[in-house]
């Protein structure tokens, strides 16, 4: 009978370093450790605590919660104690749900902006500084689109030109010879550039140098038959470039 006790009392130890983790191992302030008769459980305020482990030989029930003990058999915890189901964070996520709502009604409207997509090149071909009366850079390039295909047109930049070819603006049929358009990298097409961090190193300082002393590159774009025969796209930097050589602008609108 001493032996049966025995077992049992060990059977429970066991259980018990399974339900608090801390047989054998030192205790610290941020862990529970529980006597070989107890087990840990929680209390009202889901704060965990040792409670006495039941007696005999008991199998623990299958929980989608915690599970500990009365001292007289193992139990769930209430799924009640969640904090989902805690009525002042129920109370705070209405109110914040409403604040959502009040502020979305607040907003004004959005509307899909317009489909931009390649228009055409500019008749006259400009070296890397654009200039177009007074002003001159991207204003520039903007205004000679502008002044050749109406008003809104500008250079081109690269997504606008992929959209293109998804609208079909650009297929097999089309073609645009190498034209400046506004791809910043962040490159350093050629070595030692000046200001290599500014973003200026690839565009030719934003379409305003003209000169090639800086080290400085625009960038240019080529749609046509690829090698093997498919339409495609070109990207000119580097050697190709020279913000000193004369191309086409490249418009969208």
Not at 113 to 118: D, K, L, T
Not at 161 to 170: F, I, K, M, P
Not at 200 to 213: F, H, I, K, N, S
Request: aromatic content about 6%.
């Amino acid at each position: 009978m001493r032996g049966q006790t025995t077992s049992r009392m060990q059977r429970l130890t066991l259980l018990g370093c399974l339900l608090s983790a801390t047989c054998d191992q030192p205790p610290s302030a941020n862990r529970v450790v529980c006597l070989p008769d107890q087990v840990l459980g929680t209390d009202a305020s889901r704060q965990l605590l040792c409670v006495p482990a039941p007696h005999g030989k008991v199998a623990p029930p299958s929980c989608a919660t915690a599970l500990t003990s009365d001292g007289q058999q193992l139990l769930c915890t209430s799924r009640d104690e969640s904090a989902d189901k805690d009525q002042d964070a129920s109370a705070a996520l209405l109110q914040l749900d409403g604040a959502i709502k009040d502020i979305r009604a607040q907003l004004p409207p959005t509307t899909p902006g317009p489909a931009v997509s390649y228009v055409g090149l500019t008749m006259t071909p400009t070296a890397g500084r654009i200039i177009s009366g007074p002003i001159w850079g991207l204003t520039a390039a903007a205004d000679q689109c502008a002044s050749q295909f109406g008003t809104g047109a500008h250079m081109c930049v690269m997504d606008e030109l992929y959209q293109s070819v998804v609208r079909g603006t650009l297929d097999a049929r089309s073609l645009i010879a190498p034209a400046w358009v506004y791809m910043p990298n962040w490159n350093t097409p050629a070595a030692n550039p000046e200001e290599p961090l500014q973003g200026v190193a690839d565009t030719c300082q934003d379409y305003t140098y003209p000169l090639g002393a800086r080290n400085w590159r625009g960038m240019l774009v080529e749609w046509g038959l690829l090698p093997d025969g498919t339409p495609g796209f070109r990207w000119h930097g580097g050697t190709d470039a020279y913000c000193a050589t004369t191309h086409p602008i490249a418009c969208c609108k």
